[in-house]
């Protein structure tokens, strides 16, 4: 085995960052990595140094806590900085990100959550329709990819005339690195603008969905005005990329050995453990949001100053041996818990609407298609270049109709 750092980026490292985790678990758990414009982070790798991290209230979230290099180096989500996109609850601390949180998840109640559910429910099985039409079908453009965000258009109450527009814009925050920061840029000033005329609209007319709940925040004092377009963004980023990369990765895992598919289509109790696996062992973030220590400390033996960045690895904590028996085995139903969602106060208020949207859309497939199987080799595909998510771009199949 190679005693140097392996690569951790590049195509290689995309479509299988695994071996390149295993290495740092077992040589060089914290290791200092190298970011675009002179920054650099430490990237911490096994389960139970990641849990810490993770749950430390002195690993603060406000960029404003990360050191000079790394704020010169204009990192960090929604790929900018300025306040009317960034100041949601991933980006502060408490008290500010109870308060934040508190209003938030008022998008997650029981009762809106069944009529999500519903609509889910719909738009997947006019999905699968399609896909059944379709000669050549891609699983990720035409449906992981359009049923999260017919759901974030729901929860925040975009018309319908307008989310023809909408999903061309997040497909655009969904498909570019930092290497294409024009494009986001300009996505993201779109996106500053839509979301402003949506408050200014539910300002002038109340609305029953979150983006009302927001407003009527703002306008009890509760929120600030940036705090509100700040949290509809995030909704779009963090609530869609995420549950994108989550029903695609589900779908490789599962058709990547058929066996798997078989077994879920024999046993639908699995459906929802099937769900957990996938988490575990392909995160759909591949590390979690900046951290920045609020004092000098120790993570696994390695010395961190205030303010130096810090990413934890959930797909690298997901298959740590210290944590797990056959951590690289899929094994659904076997009741270890996951840090995909994250831990402690920033765990995601997502989590369970994520899991639904998966588990209707995988279900969805398995009544349709028995024979759905990969229409390319594995190698052939192309995984998202990126620091934080891990997903894939294309899922090719054939539906064995």
Known sequence: MSVSPPQLHGPEFEADPHPAYRWLREHSPVHRVDLPGGAWAWLVTRHADARRVLADPDMLKDPAAGDAAWRAAGLGLPYDHRPSLVRSMVNVDAPDHTRLRRVAGGAFTPRRVRALKESAERVT??????????DRPDLVRDLAYPLPIAIICDIL?????????FHRRAAVIDSSSYEEMEAVAATTDWFDRYLGELVEARLSEPSDDLLGDLVEAHRSGELSRDEVTSTAFLLLVAGHETTVALIGNMLFTLLRRPERWERLRADRALLGPAVEETLRLESPLQNATWRFPRKPTTVGGVALEAGEPVLVSLLSAGRDPGRYD????????????????????????????ARMEARVAVGALLDRFPGLRLAVDESELRWWPSMIMHGLFALPVRTGR
């Open 326 to 353: 056959d951590a690289d085995g899929f094994r659904p139903g076997r009741g270890d818990a996951h840090l995909a969602f994250g831990h402690g106060a920033h765990f995601c208020v997502g989590a369970q609407l």
């Open 157 to 165: 109450g975009v018309p319908g005339a307008d989310r023809p527009e």
């Open 125 to 134: 099985a006019d999905l699968v329709d399609r896909i059944a039409a379709s």
